[in-house]
Every structure is written in C-alpha cells, then in structure tokens.
C-alpha cells in the first residue's frame, strides 16, 4: 500500500464547488478528497455501500453531477443488523434523506446484494466498520473492474485488514492509504 497525505491529492482545482461536511472531526477532509478523487477520474456511475442520511451521496453526486449514482443500504426490516443505520443512530428511518440531488436509493443487505447489476465505474464504501463486510464488497467490487474504489473509516483496523486482504488478492489495482484522513482508495492500472 502506498501511503500519500492530504496535500498529496487535494488541489484547489479538484475541490472546486466541494460541500463540505462537518457532521464529525475529520469529516472535512475526508469527504473533500472523496470529491477531489471523483473529479480527478471522472467516473460516469458510482455505487455507494452505506447511504446513512444521504450527505456522502449528496457530496458524490455533486462532484460528479452527469454520473449516474446508486446508493445502497439496509431496508428497514433489517436495520437491527447494523449500528450504521440512522434507525440505530436515533435518527428514524431517514435513509438518503439529506441528498435533494439526483440518485437511485437501493435497499437490500451488501452481503447478499447482487453487484453486478450495477457495474459501475467508481464506488464509495462506507458501511459496517468489522472486516466481513468490507472484505466482501471489496471482492465484489473489484469483480467489476471499476477504475476507482474510495473507502471511509480506513482508520479502523479491521476495515484496513479487509482492505489490503481483498486487494492482495488482485494485482490490477495500486492501493493508497492517506494517512492524515480516514481515506484508502484503490486505482485500476
């Protein structure tokens, strides 16, 4: 993995017209370099694991407003499984609600979801923080080939180890951790 810091990738030009989120500590950074990745490689779609309340979906969708974006999370008969869900967070089932941007709201589980009906160019991943999940949809997004893979919360060890486990396992990508953010993000060669 090759580690790069925030100046490394942000440039004023890749951040113009960004919304900044500062939901959380650290959330500025992040989400800004998801929008300069997004604008740096274009994507023409782009698949989000973990909807939540909408405002990374509403962050991706404006970095890249002709992409066409899906989102994925849990339906609510299934948010007991997760502690991401705004459901288990207080916040009622308020999935997607904070992006007023065009999307397309998927609800389904991500260990049991069906990828390649959605081939898409770029995907965000930012679901369950534990190693089963993001090592899963790592494997099923990489079968897509798609040419950029962001995650969130790559600070948390077991979301880090299911990350370089999936990509040891396929050559075809250069993997980055940014290490003054919670950003990993991995680029087809």
């Excluded at 989120?21 to 998801?34: S, V």
């Excluded at 909408?54 to 962050?59: A, L």
Aim: aromatic share 12%; net charge negative.
């Amino acid at each position: 993995m090759i580690t790069q810091t925030f100046k490394d990738i942000y440039t004023d030009e890749l951040a113009e017209g960004a919304i900044l989120n500062t939901e959380y500590h650290g959330f500025r950074e992040d989400y800004l370099l998801l929008h300069c990745l997004l604008r740096k490689y274009q994507p023409k779609s782009v698949f989000e694991i973990g909807t939540n309340m909408g405002t990374g979906t509403k962050i991706i969708k404006n970095a890249v407003p002709d992409a066409d974006v899906y989102s994925l999370d849990l339906p609510t008969e299934l948010a007991h499984i997760s502690l991401q869900h705004p459901i288990n967070e207080g916040k009622g089932d308020s999935v997607g609600h904070k992006c007023d941007l065009p999307f397309t709201q998927l609800r389904g589980d991500s260990m049991k979801f069906d990828y390649s009906k959605y081939p898409c160019e770029a995907y965000f991943c930012d679901g369950e923080h534990d190693f089963e999940h993001p090592f899963f949809e790592s494997l099923e997004m990489i079968n897509q080939k798609p040419k950029l893979i962001v995650y969130h919360d790559a600070d948390c060890p077991p979301v880090y180890e299911a990350i370089v486990g999936a990509f040891l396992l396929n050559s075809d990508y250069e993997l980055f951790r940014v290490t003054d953010t919670r950003i990993a993000y991995g680029v087809r060669k």
